[in-house]
């Protein structure tokens, strides 16, 4: 969870941006506090920050293409996690397909997006989402969305009731998302249903460092999809 300290200067820095004035764009400023706002918020999963993030997207409408399409980060997430798949699923695929924003705020709603398809029985749909094929990226994009895609898969084991290896994969996907704020928190918020909180992530194992190599995360990566694929299958 974020501290109290992290909140209330999210707050600090949302409102200040609410109260910006910028020649010719009337509502970025607005746009930018809401985003600010939605980060602070986002771990509270509260009706506050629900409305934050329908507020979010509204702005974002009416500015540009590429805003709108960024928007729905928060939507996605917070609705993903809250149950409600149907709502969740257009805001994350909106953003997941877009053409016109970059490639890492795209990665972002892949495990909003997973998760949605997972919890309405669409596996199949939910593997091809995390076989997304994003492009070339540098190598510290590639550890992101190797990070995204393991918490999307251990999301859909879940799901599936698969839980034999859940700890140790989860040990993965902490660490590949350590260095990263975003993957970190994504990570945490997504798997504490599964793992539990702080102190729980805390107790996970270490994986060997030879097991967080690209290759060998794409490994696992790629097997555990085959098993998933597997079992929705038979």
Request: charged content about 25%; overall charge negative; some cysteine.
């Amino acid at each position: 969870m974020l501290a109290g300290s992290d909140v209330s200067a999210g707050h600090a820095e949302a409102d200040r941006l609410s109260d910006l004035q910028i020649e010719g764009e009337s509502r970025h400023a607005e746009w930018m506090s809401l985003m600010v706002r939605n980060g602070a918020l986002m771990l509270e999963g509260d009706d506050a920050g629900l409305g934050a993030a329908m507020q979010l997207v509204i702005v974002g409408r009416s500015i540009s293409r590429a805003v709108d399409d960024n928007s729905g980060v928060y939507e996605a997430m917070l609705l993903s996690l809250a149950g409600r798949f149907d709502e969740a699923l257009p805001a994350a695929m909106q953003c997941l397909d877009s053409q016109v924003i970059g490639q890492t705020a795209r990665m972002n709603l892949l495990v909003p997006a997973v998760r949605s398809l997972a919890g309405l029985g669409r596996y199949e749909d939910a593997l091809e989402t995390v076989e997304k094929d994003f492009g070339p990226m540098i190598d510290s994009q590639r550890k992101l969305l190797q990070a995204h895609q393991v918490v999307a898969l251990i999301v859909i084991l879940h799901q599936l009731q698969r839980l034999e290896r859940i700890k140790d994969i989860a040990a993965v996907a902490n660490a590949l998302s350590h260095d990263h704020w975003w993957g970190d928190r994504e990570a945490r918020v997504y798997l504490a249903d599964i793992i539990g909180g702080d102190d729980a992530f805390a107790a996970l194992p270490t994986p060997d460092p030879a097991e967080l190599t690209p290759d060998r995360v794409a490994t696992l990566i790629n097997g555990l999809i085959t098993d998933i694929r597997h079992e929705i299958t038979t």
